[in-house]
């Protein structure tokens, strides 16, 4: 498969008088909140940002980072050998990795809130290893140790938990992860490449085939029937907020700002295939299409008939849908540490789910609260696909799993039965299976693909031969 970025137009890279390639830094202001960015510019193109001012790259930058390994050993040197003779490993060691350790989690909560690094970060642990024991340069002075010097980060206690340096070493590598963790978490959600370049997916060749996931997914959700099907050229995206795409904070993510997104990867001849939220979107561009195209495959359709209906059933699925329906603060707290620990649970993830491809299972914690939420509330259950359906002048096939529980084949035969009145060819489909009918019945799902695309192959000849 053939991965590549699209809705940006690249850039080439700044060459000098010689053509080659400079190697520049620069920072940028974002112009969403002002904030600044460091762009590196190399050997590659880069897509187009939005109009920025342009600064120099350290300008608000005291210590740069080799400048802050410097301070952190020098200081830390500094300490350890200002015990002398009181046991500076007793000493030393125990309030470093305390120290150390509140800092990390400082630093995660904050880059968490600010959605990008914390300045310095070299220096957070030395600070916190300073608070940490300070009754000690207190007690270099002549001062007595006393028990309220506790509040310097417990430097008294730590000294006395079970496993004592074994154990707050244990404690550090653990925060020092979940640092590591968050950091990860942020790049994944880059403000550079906030916009609508969705990630895509390129196999085969033929007639295009845009594929759309469902909710919590990724374009990796259609490698099976990819390997199943051929004769067509197979286009998945990662839809906006989801995947490796762009999950811009300030997006809708409603079903407008969804199609507006996908907008450049439709081609004209596109059979559209959805599942489950990418049907819902499917259906949307059914009614409404930018450019002709030849027909729509809804897989899992969660044709619910109305607002409660929706929350009724959605409440009925797993704790985040559930919380995320219900409005309860809870949701966004799951969500959020899915986030943050977000390659912790990609990792987790496909060992707990056994019934779906791990890369499946991983993609699913490759999203935001924002995204997940707002396309949740805003498409699955604020928007109706019967009138899409209805208005759809295309063929329209259904193919739903006769045990789906998340969309349940009922509101999906009712909803294809009243657009078939007034609309394009509409045809109803049911294979024994669940909602992933597209994972698990790939080649039953792949055979209702071929026969779409062999009856728009039909009626193209046929228009041609007149």
């Known amino acids: 498969m053939r991965d590549e970025v699209v809705g940006g137009r690249p850039r080439p890279v700044p060459q000098d008088d010689e053509g080659l390639h400079r ?3 620069v920072r940028v202001r974002d112009p969403e909140d002002g904030r600044l960015l460091d762009v590196g510019v190399g050997e590659q193109n880069v897509l187009d940002l939005p109009r920025v001012d342009v600064e120099p790259a350290d300008q608000d930058e005291l210590l740069a980072p080799v400048d802050q390994v410097q301070v952190a050993v020098v200081v830390e040197v500094a300490l350890f050998f200002s015990y002398r003779g009181h046991d500076a490993r007793f000493h030393w060691f125990t309030h470093f990795f305390v120290g150390a350790t509140v800092a990390l989690v400082v630093m995660a909560v904050v ?25 000690d340069l207190l007690f270099a002075g002549g001062e007595a140790h006393e028990p309220w010097m506790d509040v310097f980060l417990g430097h008294i206690s730590t000294h006395f938990v079970p496993g004592r340096n074994l154990t707050w070493y244990a404690v550090f590598l653990a925060a020092l992860g979940l640092y590591l963790l968050q950091m990860h978490a942020i790049r994944d959600e880059d403000p550079r490449t906030e916009g609508t370049r969705l990630r895509v997916r390129r196999w085969g060749e033929g007639p295009p085939v845009l594929f759309l996931h469902g909710l919590g997914a990724s374009s990796r959700y259609w490698d099976g029937l990819a390997d199943k099907t051929s004769g067509y050229e197979g286009i998945a995206v990662d839809l906006l907020g989801f995947g490796r795409s762009p999950k811009p904070r300030n997006a809708a993510y409603d079903v407008e700002s969804h199609l507006e997104a996908l907008r450049p990867v439709v081609e004209p001849g596109t059979v559209v295939v959805g599942h489950s939220t990418g049907a819902v979107l499917a259906a949307a561009l059914a009614a409404n299409p930018p450019v002709p195209l030849a027909g729509v495959m809804l897989i899992g359709l969660p044709a619910y008939p109305d607002i409660d209906t929706a929350r009724q059933e959605i409440g009925r699925l797993g704790l985040l849908a559930r919380l995320t329906v219900t409005g309860n603060p809870l949701g966004w707290v799951v969500c959020t540490l899915m986030c943050i620990l977000r390659p912790l649970a990609m990792l987790v993830g496909p060992l707990l789910i056994r019934d779906l491809p791990p890369a499946v299972v991983a993609d699913g914690a490759r999203h935001t609260w924002r995204s997940y939420s707002r396309t949740l509330q805003r498409v699955v259950i604020g928007h109706r696909s019967a009138p899409d359906l209805a208005a759809a002048r295309v063929p329209v096939c259904l193919v739903h799993g006769t045990a789906d529980r998340e969309a349940p084949i009922d509101y999906a035969r009712q909803a294809a039965d009243g657009a078939g009145r007034g609309s394009g060819p509409v045809s109803f489909h049911e294979v024994d299976g669940d909602h992933h009918i597209a994972v698990r019945a790939p080649e039953e799902v792949g055979a209702h693909l071929r026969a779409m695309l062999a009856s728009d192959a039909a009626s193209t000849d046929r228009a041609t031969s007149r």
Do not use: K, S, T
């Open 23 to 25: 190697l520049a830094r």
């Open 111 to 135: 880059a968490h809130r600010r959605r990008r690094p914390v300045p310095y970060p070299l220096v957070w642990p030395v600070l916190g290893h300073l608070v940490a024991m300070f009754p």
